[in-house]
């Protein structure tokens, strides 16, 4: 760096004003009611616009998880 690009401390200071983080997009979820980053899935239940996403599936799932369970069994068997 050349002496001649050189700021004044108060011009460096002057642009990192700006430069401080800030917080956002953190909700809480309607599910489990726990903090979750805004439009993303809730990192304990996994629930996105009422519906699970991630993890376990609910009760209604597991008849047609089953079935490819055993086909699959089947398959490598
Ligand atoms: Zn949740």
């Known amino acids: 760096m050349v002496i001649?690009?050189?700021?004044?401390?108060a011009h460096t200071r002057n642009r990192r004003?700006?430069?401080?983080?800030?917080?956002?997009?953190v909700s809480t979820c309607p599910e489990c009611g726990s903090p979750k980053m805004?439009?993303?899935?809730?990192?304990?239940?996994g629930v996105y616009r009422g519906r699970k996403v991630v993890g376990k599936k609910q009760a209604?799932?597991?008849?047609?998880?089953?079935?490819k369970k055993t086909?699959?069994?089947k398959k490598s068997k």
Do not use: L
Request: hydrophobic content about 20%; some cysteine; proline content about 3%.
């Open 60 to 67: 209604e799932a597991p008849a047609t998880e089953s079935k």
């Open 38 to 45: 805004a439009h993303r899935a809730c990192g304990d239940c």
């Open 17 to 25: 004003s700006h430069h401080a983080i800030k917080q956002g997009g």
């Open 4 to 9: 001649r690009m050189r700021h004044t401390r």
């Open 71 to 73: 086909s699959q069994t």
